[in-house]
C-alpha cells in the first residue's frame, strides 16, 4: 500500500480531482496549503516597495492506493493535468503505508481501500 502526495496550483483542483475521479481512485483528502518551492516565492511591488511574498496558497492531495500498479496511474493523471510548464506547478511524492483500517467494517491494508 501507497500514500500519494501532491501539492498543485488551486486552479487545476477541480480539474485533478474530476481526473482522479475518472480513473476511479478509491478516495481522497484534499486540504488548502501555503508552501514555497526552490524559488522561495516571488516580489511583489506594494504601495511602491518591493515586497517578498514567501507562502503561496496552493493544493495538497492525498490519495491512498493499493498498488504500485495505481501510484502510476495516478502519478500520471496529475502530472499530465496539473501540467502548465511553468515554475510552481508543483511536485507529487509517495510513501509506504504501514495500514489503514474501513472503521464501519473493521477491514485492513488492501481491503480497506478497494
Ligand atoms: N522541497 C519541498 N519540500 C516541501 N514542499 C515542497 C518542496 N518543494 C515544493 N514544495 C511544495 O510544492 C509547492 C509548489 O512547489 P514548486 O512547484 O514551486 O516547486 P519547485 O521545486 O520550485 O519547482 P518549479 O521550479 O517548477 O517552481 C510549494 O508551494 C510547496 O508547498
Ligand atoms: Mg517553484
Known amino acids: 500500500m501507497i500514500k ?8 487545476k483542483y477541480e480539474e485533478v480531482k474530476d481526473a482522479l475521479s ?14 514555497c518551492g526552490a524559488q522561495g516565492g ?7 516597495n518591493i515586497v ?8 495538497k492531495f492525498e490519495i491512498l492506493v493499493s498498488s504500485e500498479e495505481w501510484e502510476k ?5 496529475i502530472a499530465k493535468v496539473a501540467y502548465t510548464g511553468n515554475n510552481g506547478d508543483g511536485k507529487i511524492f509517495s510513501y509506504d503505508l504501514r495500514n ?15
Open 100 to 114: 489503514v483500517m474501513r472503521i464501519r467494517t473493521g477491514e485492513t491494508d488492501t481491503e480497506a481501500i478497494n
Open 4 to 11: 500519494i502526495e501532491a501539492i498543485i496550483r488551486k486552479e
Open 22 to 35: 475518472a480513473i476511479k481512485v478509491s478516495g481522497m483528502t484534499v486540504y488548502e496549503v501555503m508552501g
Open 42 to 48: 516571488y516580489t511583489e511591488l506594494v504601495r511602491g
Open 73 to 77: 496511474k495516478v502519478y500520471d493523471t
Open 52 to 59: 517578498e511574498i514567501n507562502m503561496l496558497p496552493k493544493i
